[in-house]
């Protein structure tokens, strides 16, 4: 397998930073949905909880795309 292009890098970061916006505002759509109850709360608690997992998932990988991308970029003589 070869290594990605700087660029493929970096376009991979802007996709995942477009899914963590999405994952973020689906959420907000689907508590703004909710009756306001009792189990209401307990579902937007739920979401809450599910989004801030999913969207440090995704905020992880970026964070090892970025660091990948700076070493690549030493490994190259490009300038940052």
Do not use: C
């Not at 991979?12 to 916006?21: D, G, I, P, R, T």
């Not at 994952?23 to 608690?45: K, N, P, Q, W, Y």
Request: hydrophobic share 40%.
């Amino acid at each position: 397998m070869r290594t990605p292009t700087l660029n493929e890098i970096r376009i991979a970061v802007n996709v995942l930073k477009a899914l963590s916006e999405r994952i973020h505002t689906d959420a907000a759509e689907r508590v703004m949905r909710l009756a306001e109850s009792t189990f209401g709360d307990r579902h937007a608690a739920s979401i809450e909880s599910q989004t801030l997992e999913r969207s440090g998932r995704v905020e992880d990988v970026i964070a090892q795309l970025n660091d990948w991308n700076a070493t690549l970029r030493q490994t190259r003589g490009v300038r940052v």
